[in-house]
């Protein structure tokens, strides 16, 4: 329930850009960010393109939310770069190891495994059947006649034969061939959101941010989670406490408290009361998504603590401005 990581992620959280993205993936509308491939800037992410706006700005903004562990990075593909112009059309060829000519003839090896005799394909082709150029036989089944025993290849430049050709690089935009040495790799991926990230825990982020950012606007110091010693001793935490000046005097301190579609019972009014005791905050507000129980409020009032009802940030923004400036 508590924000626990840095303060990275609450600035991740305040970015409308961030909101926007995690509302697609917690309705539903996107399960994976695919990339989509681009014959000259090799994959973009069209989603995320039309949620920053700039294309330049997407790999930056998924990295950011990877590191924070909002998403989960997938390997998707490698894509290949031209050294030379940084164009991503780039083919791929196999060619002869002895004079790196492209112009190689790929077959495969046959074997007649009644006769044991073995030669490429095309030697065994007749017409439309495979005949045995040593003993004559056709050639009826693979596996039971006959088998593949592998691949052979042939260069039509300096005529050599060879089993496994050599790769090389050529690109359609600059014409320049490159070895696999000298090629750019980068790695390409998908992206989804962190299991743990649930529509809860990003409200409740979102929220949090929100308070924060509104918080800093009124000139207060926020820490969040925040510390707390009290009289006993013993150390609270709270998930926003904000003051200004010293931490000694005008503390404000603020618990959230989210049970969406139902009430929030009293339970984290008695938490929060058990707090407070110990710390003597100013001001003690407790913010209850949606709702809180009759119960609730009759203890909050109680207590001393200001109970706010909201069913989203704006809403919980603007009754603890209320509630900041009342007496
Ligand atoms: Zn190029
Ligand atoms: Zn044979
Ligand atoms: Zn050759």
Redesign the pocket.
């Known amino acids: 329930m508590r924000p626990s990581e840095g303060k990275e992620t609450f600035g991740l959280y305040e970015d409308r850009n961030v909101q926007m993205l995690l509302s697609k993936f917690l309705s539903g509308e996107i399960q994976t960010i695919e990339p989509v491939y681009d014959s000259e800037v090799g994959y973009r992410y069209p989603v995320i393109e039309s949620t920053v706006g700039e294309a330049s700005q997407v790999a930056a903004f998924l990295n950011k939310l990877e590191e924070a562990g909002i998403l989960e990075k997938k390997l998707y593909d490698k894509i290949i770069f031209c050294p030379e112009c940084g164009s991503a059309d780039v083919s791929t060829r196999y060619c002869c190891p002895f004079c790196k000519s492209f112009d190689i003839q790929k077959s495969s090896l046959i074997e ?1 495994v ?4 073995m030669d490429l394909e095309n030697k065994f082709c007749e017409g439309d059947k495979y005949i ?6 056709e050639l009826r089944e693979i596996d039971v006649d006959y088998r593949k025993a592998g691949i052979w290849c042939t260069c039509n430049n300096c005529k050599k034969s060879f089993d496994i050709p050599v790769p090389s690089h050529f690109c359609r935009t600059c014409g320049a061939i490159s070895s696999f040495e000298e090629v750019i790799i980068k790695d390409v991926y998908s992206y989804t959101l962190k299991e743990n990230v649930t529509a809860e825990s990003s409200l409740n982020w979102f929220l949090v941010a929100a308070i924060r950012e509104f918080l800093m606007k009124e000139g207060l110091k926020v820490e969040s989670p925040g510390l707390l010693k009290g009289k006993s001793g013993a150390k609270h935490s709270f998930d926003i406490v904000a003051y200004r000046g010293g931490k000694s005097q005008k503390v404000i301190v603020v618990d959230l408290a989210m049970s969406p579609g139902d009430v929030v019972s009293e339970q984290p009014v008695i938490a929060l009361f058990a707090k407070i005791f110990d710390v003597s905050p100013e001001k003690a507000h407790l913010i209850a998504i949606p709702k809180l129980s009759e119960n609730g409020k009759r203890m909050a009032e109680l207590y001393k603590i200001r109970a706010i009802e909201a069913k989203n940030q704006e809403e919980a923004i603007v009754s603890l401005k209320e509630s900041l400036k009342a007496a």
């Open positions: 007649h009644k006769c044991g005799y045995c150029p040593k003993c004559n036989e």
